[in-house]
């Protein structure tokens, strides 16, 4: 599965283009993405996991699972933290 800049920043809604294009290189130099240069007019970009990325997969989904059940229950970890300590 690919993305380009355009399809990415519109997944992730409340993200800037300056932080983006920061995330997008941060994961390139770390292994995670691959990115391949199209050439068109105006040139673009495709993103894609590497096999790397891709073993973190079912990582990421364990936490989002997680971070599910904690929704379900009332609120999220931090949210309990904050209401034990006042």
Excluded: N
Aim: avoid cysteine; proline fraction near 5%.
């Amino acid at each position: 599965m690919a993305g380009r800049f355009g399809e990415l920043r519109h997944d992730i809604p409340r993200i800037s283009a300056k932080v983006l294009s920061a995330r997008l290189r941060e994961l390139e130099e770390r292994g995670l993405i691959a990115r391949a240069v199209i050439a068109l007019t105006p040139p673009s970009a495709e993103y894609t996991l590497t096999d790397l990325g891709h073993e973190l997969i079912p990582v990421l989904s364990a936490i989002v699972a997680v971070g599910e059940k904690l929704t379900l229950r009332g609120g999220s970890l931090h949210h309990r933290e904050v209401a034990e300590q006042a």
